[in-house]
């Protein structure tokens, strides 16, 4: 059995010449919905453009199924990562009645 090698996955990749136009997609996807949704005031809806810009971000050189897998895999991540911190209540103590 051969021992892994992690010198691979702790090494940076070279940056590209096209992680401007990527940023610029995810500001783009984030910011016009956003601004929408501030001008007809909804912000409570603004939390749903994360979504858009997590499309343009992680999936804007994949082919439409990897893309969707990744984006699969994000909102599971997202999801797990807000249902961690979550517990429920617990149920409301019972009201007295004042006559005992």
Do not use: E, F, I
Not at 7 to 32: E, I, N, Q, S, Y
Not at 40 to 64: E, N, Q
Not at 88 to 97: E, L, M, N, V, Y
Request: charged residues 15%; hydrophobic residues 45%; aromatic residues 4%.
């Amino acid at each position: 059995m051969r021992p892994l090698q992690t010198r691979g996955v702790l090494r940076l990749g070279r940056a590209t010449d096209l992680w401007p136009k990527t940023a610029l997609g995810v500001l783009l996807a984030m910011a016009v919905p956003s601004l929408v949704l501030l001008a007809v005031g909804r912000v409570d809806l603004m939390v749903y453009t994360v979504g858009g810009s997590t499309c343009a971000l992680y999936g804007h050189s994949l082919p439409y199924t990897a893309r969707a897998r990744a984006l699969a895999c994000v909102v599971l991540g997202m999801v797990a990562s807000n249902g961690s911190g979550w517990r429920p209540r617990p149920p409301p103590a019972a009201p007295r009645s004042g006559l005992l």
